[in-house]
């Protein structure tokens, strides 16, 4: 749980710090408005997307490790519980 946290803490870190520069960029050559906003935070979600591949990598290796440990010991348990009433 903690590396599923840390990771999703970390990708909503790397959206917003990207959508700040984005607007901040943006607003000096454009006007504000609705259009305006929606095409930053459209960029925004895009390029934080790819910096994110790069930047997270490591903390994403690590949940996808946690995951398959946490789905090793399931199945593991599951054997177990079929073996036991295997033998009953």
Avoid at 10 to 23: E, K, L, P
Wanted: hydrophobic share 55%.
């Amino acid at each position: 749980m903690k590396a599923f946290l840390t990771y999703t803490v970390a990708r909503i870190a790397v959206f917003a710090v990207t959508f700040g520069i984005v607007w901040g960029i943006a607003s000096i050559f454009f006007e504000s408005g609705n259009t305006f906003s929606l095409l930053v935070l459209l960029v925004a979600l895009i390029l934080s997307s790819v910096a994110s591949i790069f930047l997270l990598a490591d903390l994403r290796n690590k949940l996808a490790l946690n995951v398959q440990q946490r789905a090793e010991r399931m199945t593991e348990r599951l054997e177990e519980s079929r073996r036991a009433e295997d033998i009953d």
